[in-house]
């Protein structure tokens, strides 16, 4: 059990850490491909599922996809990851979107718990909702097509493998991993169902070309949605620490091996490397060698606490879930 610690008695930042916007754009040229791709695909889909993580159900999804790939289908917003946010929240999460950005169909996941609820409610969910919509060129078509979208590491292929394992009975089709970018076009249409035959679309995580707001960026970051390097782990690391520190998260104190809770994050990645023993060796000026704290590596080992749950449940979206009015994100016209 964490120790308990007076928040009141810490003069924690108030700001943000320094990250350049520069670090936070990150628009290879497989996701404009990919999200050509996906559009000539639309014709050919009955409902499209997007994708995002449960933590940041507010931040970071892309309004391309609002306004070129869900508009005119069925569309079901999964809020995936719900293991590592508290379960009390959801209700108010479901409430917030639906009031502020009229989605009706939301589901909470966890793509790696074949005993999930959630995922044993999207099969009758998808065909409830594409009996009741109005097909077009696929009225007479006895399969249905999915496609699957969001942003970076999300948990999309995580999900369909998921789906197939429990409907049909078969192994993993598509490769995961725990960085962005690892599906990075279309795939062909799979099975993931019989009775009805539903075939699910893989697609490449699209972000925003640009992340105009800092902390939605550092978000994506800490969510594992832009690649740790491209942005920095102990810029990352960082944020993670201030976040922790405003929201009065101290459970990285005792993870840290720290004896309180600290505002700077070369100390706290210090008292790592010394606990987890993460040294490496260098050279001195002298041309001797001696050993110092591996800060890059202790970073990645707090970042991954932080995603892994070690660190406890954390909802980065907690200030704007309580805000009075959430700002719909202005719908961009995207030109390809």
């Known amino acids: 059990m964490a120790a308990k610690f007076d928040a009141a008695a810490y003069n924690f930042r108030k700001k943000l850490p320094f990250v350049s916007k520069d670090l936070l754009r990150w628009f290879p040229g497989h996701m404009n491909k990919g999200l050509k791709q996906m559009q000539r695909k639309l014709k050919s889909v009955d409902c499209v599922i997007e994708v995002h993580d449960a933590r940041i159900p507010f931040t970071g999804r892309n309004p391309i996809f609002t306004n070129t790939l869900t508009g005119a289908k069925p569309h079901i917003l999964v809020l995936n990851k719900k293991d590592l946010i508290n379960k009390s929240l959801t209700l108010k999460i479901k409430d917030k979107l639906k009031a502020e950005q009229s989605i009706e169909n939301i589901v909470f996941t966890n793509a790696k718990d074949q005993h999930c609820r959630g995922l044993k409610t999207l099969k009758p969910l998808?065909?409830?909702?594409?009996?009741?919509s109005n097909r077009y060129n696929r009225a007479e078509e006895l399969d249905y097509n999915v496609m699957i979208i969001g942003v970076p590491n999300v948990g999309k292929s995580s999900m369909i493998n998921m789906l197939r394992s429990k409907n049909l009975s078969t192994a993993h089709a598509l490769s995961v991993g725990a960085v962005a970018g690892v599906t990075r076009s279309?795939?062909?249409?799979?099975?993931i169902a019989n009775d009805p035959t539903i075939f699910m679309l893989d697609t490449p995580g699209i972000l925003e070309p640009k992340v105009s707001d800092i902390e939605a960026g550092l978000k994506l970051a800490l969510c594992a949605s832009l690649q740790d390097h491209l942005v920095g782990e102990e810029t990352i690391a960082d944020y993670l620490l201030f976040w922790l520190n405003k929201h009065n998260h101290f459970r990285y104190v005792d993870y840290m091996g720290l004896e309180k809770p600290c505002d700077d994050i070369n100390k706290v990645l210090i008292?790592?490397?010394?606990?987890?023993n993460r040294i490496r060796r260098t050279r001195d000026y002298d041309n001797s060698m001696r050993d110092v704290?591996?800060?890059l590596e202790t970073a990645r080992m707090m970042i991954k606490a932080f995603r892994t749950g070690d660190l406890g449940k954390t909802f980065?979206?907690?200030d704007l879930l309580e805000s009075g009015n959430h700002a719909t994100r202005e719908k961009v016209n995207v030109l390809l």
């Not at 008292?271 to 987890?276: D, E, L, T, V, Y």
């Open 186 to 191: 279309v795939h062909e249409k799979m099975r």
């Open 316 to 318: 980065l979206d907690i």
């Open 271 to 276: 008292s790592g490397a010394i606990k987890f």
């Open 293 to 295: 704290p591996d800060l």
């Open 126 to 132: 998808m065909v409830d909702l594409i009996k009741g």
